[in-house]
């Protein structure tokens, strides 16, 4: 009798820790989950690290903790370089992992579409480091500015530009706002908090492009009244220490530049075979598998695979669960079907990915989100009270929720959010 | 009719926050605070945030949220290089503070003895990102052993040398054998991480050398059937990267060496005149000046004052606070005199400090303390609860103190700290 099929999961975010979690405890596995972090992050709280609401724990759980009861699951934290397709192998600096399948979930990096200089620029918003980041520079610009007697140096150290106008961008300007208008407030003597200008920089004619119209314009709206500037239409096309440069012909001096604007699949996926589209992202069977390839899946935000309506499913949390768990239960059913006759056709019996569409929705600021499933469109106060919900909902371990939950009640009584402490250095805050 | 009297605090530690809430609102004064830091730490529990059982945000607070309400009190992020004593100015790289009265509140840090190269093998324990570090580093070591094959590698990555057996020395050493016994029990595939080996030396008798020898010798006790290994009578005569040498004779290989065993007053010390003692810290007069100088005002771990027992009064954070608002009340009385007679011979009739002294405790680990206070002792669970209690009494805000309260309700129920998230980068992990 052979023993357990080696299921080598690299990436622990929402695909790969679904997967994880679905094979867990079958003893028909050995699973090994690798990642680079110690911890699964719940990236859609992640702007709220940035704008200072939460604390990083708060927001990721770590992945042994998770697993811990998954007997027949390993994770390691180590940083694959390379995979070689023909041997089912998988390296790192220090060790090799060989496998017989193969789920490649490591996820999307921030795009600068080939300007690549422009990274030390700017800050992403990928990881609880660049939301650190992003929270050391506005609160030490703000702190700079209090000290600084110059006007345009203060005008400068005041101006954050976020590049993208998605549901990133949207939150972390209407979060910003939130912060100097109402936590802000009464701290500062010589400047006055609500003075941050915040600027969302939008390549298209309209914010929140994945939305109905008339939920992008009501978003615009509401972020205008909140002080925030929208240059919709813009380009940036040059991006320099401390200042941008928009393609209707201006410059801004900012000393916070967010890049919120595009990202591409991880730099692994070089290493499958198969084709892949324009943003790098693996065209995969409608079981998830490399055409050709029975044994080597792939998931998340690196896939593009047509979703219902014919349109790429979308890189979101959900979908990315959906097809982590979908390529557990394709690995399940070829060992159920490995002592049968299907064997060999195994690829030819795989149910088809689908994915189930349950809706879009981003918050703008207290009392305020934008919200659509199928044809049901909400916005305002109901909305966000959904947002808030369903985010608790899903955000991974009890004990997270329970302190988040803590922080978004107190946040709301009292307007005073927890997180405002500056750690770490930055060279970069000029 | 002259203005409000100038009043310069540095340093936004227990001392010179409780200087400034002392003087908030009195609007014969114009306070002003400087720090380096956004925020006040509430140090003694700082050793939780390096055993990854709180988050960071929830033992600090932003010192503009603490003195909002504050009219008369400026808080600035800055960092002051040098005072000139004879002109009342403080300087910055880019600023200079004239000052009427000066608050000299700036704290202690790590001292190597004259050894300043050990500092780039090790890790104090004084700041958010030291205790990040340390956590860093021991989540890190048990990661790379579990996916190291070589046995010695292993034992060198599971390896913690806390230097220094005082109360942060025993709190670490204590703390991180509930982490890898109970927390992380279930966590790993291929190492017992009950297997971390945790060696505290101490280069006395005995460990916690304020306290009572029996209370020393139960917390010795205690700490050793918690697994740590405790190396008395030895002292640390040479440092490298990832060993260090006892004077008893042998090198210890660790990935994680913490440097708990002494401090030394800050820098800015040496911009004041007067005597100090053999630590670097002021010998103030009993109102809390310099003798000779009654604008120059010193408190906390920059002070050497006796106490009423003729001893130094201790360095920690309730003598800070006493003397804080000990200078605050001196100055208060200055400026009712400042309109009689007595004005110009203000500084004989000062008030003399006069220490409170509460007790001291440590925690050793779940259900286990030590404390006294005068004649009163108290171990085990009992010490322990008190312990908790009085933590979070004077932890600082109430959203800070429910946060602490959370965590600390859930980690005791189900043996999970929180926290257990590596973020930053560290080169120095070999």
Redesign the interface.
């Known amino acids: 009798m052979p023993g357990p099929r080696k299921v080598l999961i690299i990436g622990g975010g929402f695909a790969g820790l679904a997967c994880a979690q679905k094979l867990a405890n079958d003893s028909r596995f050995a699973v090994t989950l690798i990642d680079r972090?110690?911890?699964h992050l719940f990236q859609p709280l992640l702007y709220q690290v940035a704008t200072a609401s939460l604390?990083?724990?708060?927001i990721?759980?770590?992945l042994?903790?998770v697993l811990?009861?998954a007997a027949n699951v390993?994770?390691?934290?180590?940083d694959i370089t390379t995979i070689d397709c023909d041997t089912h192998t998988a390296r790192s600096a220090?060790?090799t992992y060989p496998f017989d399948s193969l789920v490649l979930a490591t996820g999307a990096h921030t795009s600068f579409f080939g300007k690549d200089e422009w990274a030390s620029h700017t800050v992403g918003l990928k990881s609880?480091?660049d939301a650190?980041t992003i929270r050391r520079r506005v609160?030490?610009g703000l702190?700079?500015a209090?000290?600084?007697a110059d006007p345009d140096e203060r005008r400068r150290l005041m101006t954050v530009v976020i590049v993208g106008g998605g549901p990133t961008g949207v939150e972390l300007a209407g979060a910003f706002s939130d912060l100097v208008r109402r936590a802000?407030k009464?701290?500062?003597?010589?400047i006055n908090p609500a003075d941050l200008r915040i600027l969302l920089v939008q390549s298209g004619d309209r914010i929140l492009k994945p939305f109905q119209p008339d939920l992008s314009d009501y978003a615009r709206q509401r972020l205008e009244d909140l002080g925030v500037e929208i240059c919709l239409e813009a380009r940036v096309d040059e991006v320099e220490s401390g200042r941008v440069h928009l393609d209707t012909g201006r410059w801004i001096e900012a000393a916070t530049i967010i890049w919120a604007a595009g990202v591409q699949a991880s730099d692994l996926t070089a290493c499958l075979p198969g084709e892949r589209d324009r943003g790098g992202r693996l065209l995969v069977s409608p079981a998830l598998s490399i055409p050709g390839h029975p044994d080597l899946f792939a998931a998340g935000d690196i896939v593009s695979v047509p979703g219902p309506d014919g349109e790429p499913v979308p890189g979101l949390a959900p979908a990315a669960s959906q097809m982590g768990r979908h390529i557990a239960a394709v690995l399940r059913e070829d060992q159920r079907l490995a002592t049968t006759r299907y064997a060999r056709r195994k690829s030819e019996f795989r149910a088809a990915f689908r994915y189930r569409d349950k809706g879009i929705m981003a918050i703008i600021g207290k009392n305020c989100a934008v919200a659509q499933a199928g044809r049901l469109k909400m916005r305002g106060i109901l909305a966000w009270a959904a947002w808030l919900f369903i985010h608790l909902l899903f955000l991974i371990g009890f004990?997270?929720k329970?302190?988040v939950l803590?922080?978004w009640g107190?946040a709301y009584l009292?307007d005073?959010p927890?997180?405002?402490?500056?750690?770490?250095?930055d060279d970069k805050v000029a």
Request: charge should be positive; include cysteine; proline fraction near 2%.
């Open positions: 972090r110690n911890h604390a990083a724990p708060d990721a759980r770590s042994r903790g811990a009861s390993t994770v390691l934290l180590d220090d060790n609880l480091e650190q609160l030490t702190e700079r209090e000290c600084s802000l009464a701290d500062f003597r010589r004990r997270n329970l302190a803590l922080q107190w009292v005073k927890g997180a405002r402490v500056i750690t770490g250095h």
